[in-house]
Every structure is written in structure tokens, then in C-alpha cells.
């Protein structure tokens, strides 16, 4: 991605260390409903699904289907799972081994 369009200030750290202090999942929701709109919190989750479906293989008209989300937004997360920073698949990787070790 272009430098001009990665934004790192003090508000965005401020931001981040935010969401680093929440310490489970009921205040994760209290947080980011006070933050997001339910639509930027409902898309968030839909990118995430989205990009595990990818990472798992799945076709963008299977994407589709299942998340009710744009082809166009699919290629965006695609293009950020195979050209971005690789936050996709770190988070999503850890996501995986939690719930491998919550069943184990």
C-alpha cells in the first residue's frame, strides 16, 4: 500500500492501545458499540469472515452467498491477504489455534 494512505499518530496509537486494554469479548462489544455504528461493526465482522473463507479456499461466488458482501470488498480483502501486511492471516491464524486448544 502507499505510505500517504497509512495514518500512524498519536490518536491512532491512542486508538489501538484502547483496543489492546479490553480484556475479554463483553468488553470488546461494550467498547466498539460505543465506538461503531452497528453497520461499521457488521461490516468489520463480515471483512473477517470473508478473509477466513479466502484463507480456507473458498470461491468468491461461495463468499458471496454466505456473507452477503460485494464481490469488490472480496477483492479488497484478497488483495490484502496476498499483497497487505499479513494482519488477515496473523489474527486469523491465532483465532485457529485458540479454538484448537479450547477443544483439545
Request: glycine fraction near 6%.
Amino acid at each position: 500500500m502507499p505510505e500517504k494512505t497509512k495514518r500512524r499518530d498519536k490518536a491512532m496509537d491512542d486508538l489501538f492501545k484502547a483496543i489492546l486494554s479490553l480484556e475479554d469479548v463483553q468488553e470488546c462489544y461494550d467498547f466498539f458499540q460505543d465506538l461503531c455504528t452497528m453497520k461499521e461493526l457488521a461490516d468489520m465482522a463480515q471483512r473477517v469472515e470473508a478473509a477466513q473463507m479466502l484463507l480456507a479456499g473458498k470461491t468468491y461466488e461461495q463468499i458471496v452467498k454466505h456473507v452477503e458482501i460485494s464481490t469488490a470488498t472480496i477483492s479488497r480483502i484478497n488483495r490484502c491477504i496476498q499483497y497487505g501486511t499479513g494482519g488477515y492471516a496473523k489474527v486469523l491464524n491465532r483465532l485457529g489455534q485458540e479454538s484448537e486448544e479450547a477443544g483439545a
